[in-house]
């Protein structure tokens, strides 16, 4: 079974602009994640869907957003990005009953200059 | 909201040396626990989990952890550590009642000497 892929892998923008992250989910998972990954603050939440719906969120400025497709597969987007925004962003499949294991994928590093 | 604790920033031990790294959680009421680890230049991956039943959970490659619920505790151990253990560790904690919205410690990055 292949494992939760992340594209792109990696990223460079400039400040104010814009970027979208792809996530494809484990094959019959039908919950992913979202994680930002930085060396000072480890993996803080960034949001869940589940069947298409957001079912959790973080606490992380309304710029961060999401969707989930009917193939489970997800998106986040970034708007108006700030030089703080530099991290590897997780994405991470589950099941979908709560509180499952999650899997996770390589990231993408997203580099804001 | 619920909050992880890893008190162990930076880990330097030489092989064959005994492991044990902390992990503290707020949230009193029922909790899934994980451990992952995250070797060089690769994806997070699960070491051992705890939902119910026997404390102590035994993981891959020889890692255990204790659950010791009065403490809110769920500390990882290895009584003999290798070079290729060398790692960041993150514990997690969940509510099964909350979806999958896991909350992450900032980690503790282990260097073991050979």
């Known amino acids: 079974k292949a494992g939760v892929t992340q594209t792109p892998r990696y990223l460079i923008k400039t400040r104010g602009q814009q970027v979208t992250l792809s996530c494809s989910p484990i094959s019959g998972h039908r919950s992913v994640s979202w994680y930002q990954q930085t060396p000072g603050q480890g993996l803080q939440f960034l949001f869940e869907y589940f069947s298409e719906t957001q079912r959790n969120k973080g606490n992380f400025p309304g710029r961060f957003s999401g969707r989930q497709f009917s193939n489970s597969r997800s998106e986040m987007n970034v708007s108006t990005l700030e030089l703080g925004d530099s991290a590897l962003y997780l994405c991470a499949s589950s099941l979908g009953e709560g509180g499952g294991i999650q899997y996770f994928g390589a990231g993408t590093r997203l580099s804001v200059l | 909201a619920q909050s992880v604790s890893q008190h162990n920033h930076h880990v330097i031990l030489s092989e064959a040396a005994s492991l044990e790294l902390g992990c503290n959680y707020s949230?009193?009421?029922?909790?899934?626990l994980f451990w992952y680890v995250q070797y060089p230049g690769q994806h997070l991956q699960l070491l051992l989990k705890y939902f119910s039943g026997d404390p102590l959970v035994k993981g891959i490659k020889g890692f255990e952890a204790e659950f010791i619920k009065s403490k809110f505790s769920f500390n990882l151990r290895k009584p003999s550590v290798q070079w290729s253990d060398t790692a960041e560790y993150f514990c997690a904690v969940n509510s099964p009642n909350t979806g999958n919205q896991f909350y992450f410690g900032t980690g503790t990055s282990l260097t073991v000497i050979p």
């Open positions: 949230y009193g009421g029922t909790v899934n």
